[in-house]
């Protein structure tokens, strides 16, 4: 497997809480995603980072932050969590976009009660 | 906005029967696309893209940028290539996925 990990991989909080997921990757990758995954929705992209403290919103980013401080750590917090956010969520790295693979990480699974 | 789309959210057929998993897409300029799968509790990993035109595991998939298609195909399925199946674009930094299609191989 690609060097990523997520951490944790699953994690049960309650709503109004703040949650901050960890990707850390050891490949030195310049781009790195989040993404939920939903039933009938598949997978979809809510933030990205394309360098060290560079990041961008993706489709679903509302109640989503992000943060890159180094090259190795892209963490995803949840302001304040919703049931809505009840989902696996997924990091992806690649070293380029153009037509290069992404390599994901074993997902994490958030519940909020 | 660009778009993959998804139109069977489940696939079933018998081992041995062709398979055909739909992914269309709606971008203006050359678009870059890619099928990834989920086997059950693996991490999703990269099946194909299009640029490299190849055949991994039996699984073809042809762009048509007349149809805006990128349709993935196995003339024989197998019981193993049940999976959960995403079409994937590139859309500048981003990858955009479609909804998936989960493939059912019954014996």
């Known amino acids: 497997d690609a060097g990523i990990t997520q951490s944790p991989r699953h994690k049960v909080t309650e709503t109004g809480t703040p949650v901050t997921l960890r990707c850390h990757q050891t490949?030195?990758?310049?781009?790195m995603y989040w993404y939920r995954q939903d039933p009938g929705h598949g997978l979809r992209l809510i933030h990205y980072?394309?360098?060290?403290?560079?990041?961008d919103k993706g489709e679903v980013s509302d109640g989503y932050s992000v943060s890159r401080s180094k090259t190795e750590d892209f963490l995803l917090t949840l302001e304040s969590a919703t049931s809505s956010q009840t989902s696996v969520y997924f990091c992806?790295?690649?070293?380029?976009?153009?037509?290069?693979?992404?390599?994901f990480g074993q997902g994490t699974r958030l519940t909020v009660v | 906005a660009q778009r993959v789309t998804q139109p069977e959210k489940l696939l079933s057929v018998f081992k041995g029967a062709p398979v055909e998993l739909k992914c269309n897409y709606s971008?203006?300029?050359?678009?870059?696309l890619f099928w990834y799968v989920q086997y059950s509790r693996q991490r999703l990993q990269l099946l194909l893209r299009?640029?490299s035109r190849e055949s991994i595991k039996g699984f073809t998939a042809d762009l048509n940028k007349g149809e805006t298609s990128f349709h993935l195909k196995k003339p024989f399925a197998q019981e193993e290539d049940s999976a959960m199946y995403y079409c994937?674009?590139?859309?500048?930094?981003?990858?955009?996925f479609g909804g998936g299609t989960r493939l059912m191989v019954k014996p």
């Open positions: 992806a790295i690649r070293p380029t976009v153009r037509n290069t693979e992404a390599f």
């Open positions: 490949e030195n990758h310049r781009y």
């Open positions: 980072s394309y360098g060290v403290k560079d990041t």
């Open positions: 971008y203006s300029g050359s678009p870059e």
């Open positions: 299009h640029i």
């Open positions: 994937a674009h590139n859309a500048g930094n981003m990858l955009t």
